[in-house]
């Protein structure tokens, strides 16, 4: 039979508001931190990435807020776009014995943009 | 701009069939990895590859599932049998070692 997947979150946003998606990390020790976006039919896409050392990075119109002491990710979209509607995934870097650059997919937030 | 290639695209089979897919990394990115992704969900690592050596391959269901990066280039993920929930999107990513990766298309495979 067909194998049914959790629902995802979803948030809708009027075209040229601001998007805000949130995101739990689980291990404490993950030292690097990365928002992807995966359009229908695509596979994920790097949007921005933030080190440990930092509580905030800024990219072109997408801002990443790390919270360490909640272990709390929010990925902020600036006049939101049309073409921002996706799946926006979290990923985290945890300590890993034989691979420094192994990643933890988050379980993704669908934004719709309305406009 | 350089870009990953996965193929088939798209794959349909019969359960108990063996399927295979292919990825060809970015040149020169010595890291390559193998993710599922149910749908709904986000990608799950199945295998990782530095040149031609598995680094990490705890997550892969090692009695039907098989993987080889013979040449340190390209990359074939194989099932064999083909279940019903084997049913995902197979996704291959490669990285030149600074941890960004970059993800191709995917293959959607359905198994029947």
């Known amino acids: 039979g067909e194998s049914v997947g959790l629902h995802l979150p979803t948030l809708s946003v009027q075209e040229g508001d601001n998007s805000i998606i949130n995101c739990a990390y689980s291990n404490s020790a993950s030292d690097y931190f990365i928002w992807y976006k995966q359009e229908s039919g695509k596979g994920p896409q790097f949007i921005i990435d933030i080190r440990s050392n930092m509580d905030k990075r800024q990219g072109q119109r997408v801002t990443v807020l790390l919270n360490k002491t909640v272990k709390h990710l929010s990925l902020q979209i600036a006049a939101t776009q049309p073409g921002d509607s996706a799946v926006y995934f979290c990923a985290e870097n945890p300590p890993h014995r034989t691979s420094y650059d192994k990643v933890i997919f988050g379980p993704g937030t669908s934004l719709s943009v309305i406009p | 701009e350089a870009e990953v290639a996965q193929s088939p695209r798209y794959k349909i089979t019969e359960k108990s069939q063996a399927v295979a897919f292919w990825c060809d990394p970015i040149?020169?990115?010595?890291?390559l990895y193998w993710y599922r992704q149910i749908l709904g969900q986000g990608p799950e690592l199945l295998v990782q590859?530095?040149?031609?050596?598995?680094?990490?391959d705890s997550q892969l269901p090692k009695d039907r599932f098989s993987a080889e990066r013979l040449k340190g280039v390209d990359s074939t993920l194989k099932i064999q049998p083909a279940e019903l929930g084997d049913s995902a999107m197979y996704l291959c990513?490669?990285?030149?070692?600074?941890?960004?990766?970059?993800f191709g298309p995917g293959t959607r495979l359905t198994v029947l």
């Open positions: 040149s020169g990115h010595a890291t």
């Open positions: 990513a490669s990285s030149p070692g600074a941890r960004e990766q970059f």
């Open positions: 590859f530095q040149d031609e050596s598995v680094v990490d």
